[in-house]
């Protein structure tokens, strides 16, 4: 598909990304880069971003939390729903993510009906799965949420225990996949950012991934650096995940590379679990690091395992700094008390979810690693497209 007319029929006014293709193209200076950006990644992120304002509006419909034309305050929602605190958190994120999109309007803190209707759920996930059938697994993990919902709202039952019941383990090896082009981005991007740290002299190179989770990132690594990679040890605390991602790295790797498997626990001492300090060339991790409870541990266990000189690579969702309203990447996760209940810093980490390249910077700094760059530059990219929300972190340990 290479058409505007062909995606953009039957699409609200205020949906206009796929035409600022170009803009995007033009923001992104690195050319290696701008390439894994393509058209198709553009349109499909695009859908998705409407899937999430249908599934807003209906979760909010099916609680009874839709404004009315006297309006709605969060607190006042909480109150007739008996809603506890820690559910507020998704809870706003609905409010503000329609109210940014024009389906509800926000003054004074309170919220309205908007001016544009909301779109059917089932006719943009239909939608979304015709035009990447890969990421069509994404819409199930969103219509999960909206059919449990209620129950959610209810405190019946958490995020974690709705969107990683045994039932649904299935959907999230398909999610962290390769095929699924919405989730895969951070992969291609990641292993483009890996591929600039190969010893030009064809010397050892060692990488350490922390939450491998099935292994999509190793797969993409393994498979773009070949036999540049002499080492690869995949690590992962989930023993489902694990098993899928040891297979995946084995599977892709260079005959010439030694593909090491191990369980790690970020959240503790890596020492302790068989990682040796200043042996690794690269510490590499894919949508993991953000949900470090304390993220300056993780961040300085990780300069630990370097070699002198050696480099944290982090390929993530990435906050632009000057955004301050929600992104469509953010509403699943945000049920999860995993990805809500972090330690926060002024400046290091402002709040929970998506880090900026400001706080990414600052963190790095804070743990004694420098030279830090993000590629491409989210923020220099975000003042074309607003929404451009993927980027690597590289920073640098000392070389002596």
């Not at 929970?352 to 400001?358: E, I, K, M, V």
Request: net charge negative; with cysteine.
């Amino acid at each position: 598909m290479n058409n505007l007319a062909d995606i953009q029929h039957d699409r609200p006014a205020r949906r206009r990304n796929t035409a600022d293709f170009s803009d995007l193209q033009a923001a992104i200076a690195d050319e290696r880069v701008r390439d894994l950006f393509t058209f198709r990644f553009l349109a499909a992120t695009e859908t998705f971003d409407r899937l999430v304002d249908a599934a807003a509006h209906r979760i909010l419909s099916s609680i009874g939390a839709l404004p009315t034309a006297a309006g709605v305050t969060i607190q006042d929602t909480k109150k007739a729903l008996s809603i506890s605190w820690r559910r507020t958190i998704p809870l706003k994120f609905l409010y503000e993510k329609l109210s940014d999109t024009g389906v509800l309007d926000r003054r004074d803190g309170r919220y309205f009906p908007g001016t544009l209707p909301a779109e059917e759920f089932e006719t943009v996930a239909a939608e979304l799965a015709r035009l990447e059938p890969g990421a069509a697994v994404a819409a199930e993990l969103v219509q999960t949420l909206v059919d449990e919902a209620p129950r959610f709202f209810r405190n019946e039952a958490t995020g974690d225990e709705i969107l990683f019941s045994p039932q649904k383990l299935p959907l999230w090896l398909r999610y962290f996949s390769n095929a699924n082009l919405l989730y895969a981005i951070n992969n291609t991007l990641g292993a483009e950012a890996l591929s600039r740290l190969v010893p030009a002299d064809g010397s050892a190179f060692e990488i350490l991934e922390i939450g491998g989770g099935c292994g999509s990132a190793a797969e993409e690594a393994l498979r773009k650096l070949g036999p540049g990679i002499s080492r690869y040890r995949f690590t992962e605390v989930a023993e489902t995940f694990a098993r899928h991602g040891e297979r995946a790295a084995r599977a892709a790797a260079s005959s010439s590379t030694l593909v090491e498997s191990a369980r790690l626990d970020m959240t503790v001492p890596w020492a302790g679990q068989g990682i040796e300090p200043g042996t690794f060339d690269v510490v590499y991790s894919v949508n993991c690091f953000h949900v470090a409870p304390d993220l300056d541990f993780v961040v300085a266990e990780a300069a630990k395992a370097l070699k002198p000189g050696g480099t944290v690579v982090v390929s993530e969702c990435v906050r632009p700094t000057k955004l301050a309203r929600p992104i469509y990447v953010e509403f699943i996760f945000d049920f999860l008390d995993s990805f809500t209940d972090v330690a926060t810093d002024p400046v290091k980490r402002p709040t929970h979810g998506f880090l900026t390249p400001a706080a990414w910077r600052a963190t790095f700094e804070a743990a004694g690693l420098g030279d830090v760059k993000i590629l491409p530059d989210v923020d220099s990219v975000a003042e074309k497209y607003p929404d451009f929300v993927v980027g690597a972190v590289m920073a640098r340990a000392k070389t002596g």
